[in-house]
Each structure stands twice: as structure tokens, then as C-alpha cells.
């Protein structure tokens, strides 16, 4: 799933840029993806729209109040996920609204814990979703795996 999302945010610039969904199947079909990895990553997409829509009238919140995680959500999160996201946070790139849907839809993933590299991507994609501008350093931080390779491949 993650390298698909990862192929959709180099191939289109924004995501009124992707098409329907069927056409992007077949397009990622095309490209050598396989059908159970572009359907659980469509339908990650899909839920991401939706907590996003959710996460409007939080949009108008501004306060500096500090984060306290669940206990499912420490348990789902590597420590270095939540201190990325902290990083992030801190840096401004990741309003609080933001910051939420990042963790929601990290929450959604099968994988347990949810590693750096997994929380990169996934802040890639919600800052993609909003069509976000986000300073070259960090998008370069965003694509780097932990081991120091380039997701991009």
C-alpha cells in the first residue's frame, strides 16, 4: 500500500490531479502494483477524504496545548512515530488538525507498530491531501527512509 501511495504522490502534483478511482486502478494496475495492494490503498485514500471532512471545524483551532496519547495509540505508534510527529508539530508543518489525521489514519494501517518510515508517508499524503507547501527540507526529511535510502525508487 505505501509504495503506491508514495508512486501517487510522484506522479500527480495534487490530488484533483488523480482520476476517478477506477481509472486509477488501472493506471496503477499498469504500472506493476498488484490488485490487493492498490485496493487497500484506494480505500486508505478514501478514508483519508473522510477524516478530513470530519476534521473541518477543527481547522479553526489554534491553541499551543500539548498532545497526550491514548494507550492504543502508544501501542500502534512506534515511539519514533510519535516523535516525528511531535517534530513535525513543533516545526509548524502539522497544524493540529493535521496532526490528527495523521494519527487516525496511522491508526487505520494493519501494521503494528506503525514505524517512521510508515508515519513519514503518511504525513506525506496528508500534507499532499491538503495540498500543503511544505519547506524543501522536510519534504526531503518526508521522502528519506530511516536507513537513509530515498523511498522514491
Known sequence: MFDVLVYLFHNYYTPQACPTADVLAKRLSAAGFEDDEIDEALQWLMGLAQTTEHCVDLAQYTGNGARVYAEVE?????????????FLENTEVLAAPLREIVIERALA?????VTLDRIKIIALMV????????????????????DGEDTCH
Open 74 to 86: 502508544r501501542r500502534q505508534l512506534s515511539p519514533e512515530a510519535i516523535g516525528f510527529i511531535t
Open 109 to 113: 494501517c494493519e501494521e503494528c507498530p
Open 127 to 146: 500534507l499532499w491531501s491538503q495540498e500543503a507547501e511544505v519547506d524543501h527540507l522536510i519534504l526531503e526529511e518526508l521522502l528519506r527512509l530511516h
